[in-house]
């Protein structure tokens, strides 16, 4: 079994040499907004670790362990061939995984912006965001390819393997660590039969069609229509796209299909057939409490597990790679317990800012939500989400667009929640393996150890 090389000095100055793999890579060096794992760690080859759930977040955590010298296991309920993904398959920052971006590895549209549309009755207004390193992925290709380069690094990758929740207290005899990868609610929380600690979630239904996308190719669409949630057209060609539609918990239609039906109809977009369509549950975040995403007894959750994605547009794979590339590298230096802390303050200005703005669409303001989008328009689409310093920074150059956001009472009230970290998710009394987070520390901001590259 392969080892990385030189791990108590950190990543070694050589290039990945492994076929189809870009020349650096991005948990060891850095990529996107995770600043790279820091040097000095020691070997972790006398270390086993299990991954539960081989989508992106364990696909990720199972390739940033591996990369420190854990043994590791990535166990996948389904076949790598034949899995289908449930989501709306657009990758903001390819850079987080280590595969060349061809179109044999899953990236067949590299999109060059994203572009937000508001309709607002028989008004329509449309900005754009540049995307720097988006695509628009076949993501079940991806996977598979990914797993394909893991199990050639030496993880013991299992393909249709389900892990009973009867079976999960035996996983923490059988080795060091644990990560939960499996979505909302995680494996942890079925086995502990705390299934309702998750709180907001989003339900979204998607297909692949066949149609003439060339007028947007290559750029991917979002589209707000005056319900609380939003539809999608994401091109893959001048001929294939991913087209699907989304809603809050609290604003579901009676019948999903019928209701992704009149979106494709309205917007001149193809209607799949009922059995080409994937439904998932996406987490809006912070959905859990952040002291259940660490258990002192060598529990992990990352990812969806984690109830991290974003509270405004559901989006959740960058922000899932980066939660487990943030565990490998806590997990290096001997530093798990500070993963809810740390996790929680690298994330919390974009849920402040997401938070605030997915008022507008629970309030009916669409007119809010295009000043918000005109005033951000023009940024790159991952920094809006990651990194929203230069977002708030515009709208604060908006004095009568801030008088007009803080004079609605719930949007007070939403500016008021976040900047107290009073969140909706349910709050429970932390047992002796959990870790406690006060306020304050959820508050700092902090990249993994200090500093970016």
Known sequence: MSRPSSPATGPSSEPDATPGSDASDPFLDGAGFFPG??????????????????????????HALRRVGYDVTLA???????????????????????????????????????????????????????????YVADRNVVERQWARRL???????????????????????EHDLVVDATGQPSLASRAAGTTDEYAGAMTAINADVEGDFAELYPRALILFEGYLGYAWCFPKSETRANVGIGWAQEDLPEDFMAAFAAACGRNGWPVPPREAANVAIIPRGPSLDPRRTYDRRGVVRVGDAAGIANRFTGKGISQAIHSSYLMAALAAHDRLPEYPRRLHGTMRPEYVLSYIVRGTLEDGRLDLLRGIMEAVDGIDVERVDRDPREALSRLARRPVLCGRLLACPAIRRRTIRALRDDWEYIGREPDSTSERISTESLGEALPVFGGRK
């Open 76 to 134: 996948e309920r389904q076949s790598y061939a034949e899995k289908r993904v449930n989501c709306g398959e657009a990758i903001t920052d390819t850079s987080l995984l280590p595969l060349e971006k061809t179109a044999q590895n899953g990236f067949p549209c590299a999109t060059s912006a994203f572009e937000v549309r508001i309709r607002n009755g028989d008004e329509t207004a449309s900005v754009s965001f540049p995307s720097a390193r988006g």
């Open 37 to 62: 794992l820091p040097p000095g760690y020691d070997d972790r080859s006398d270390r086993s670790a299990v991954v539960v759930g081989g989508a992106m977040a364990g696909l990720a955590a199972a």
């Open 151 to 173: 199990a050639e690094d030496g993880v013991a990758v299992r393909e249709e393997t389900s892990i009973p929740r009867s079976e999960f207290e035996d996983l923490l005899d």
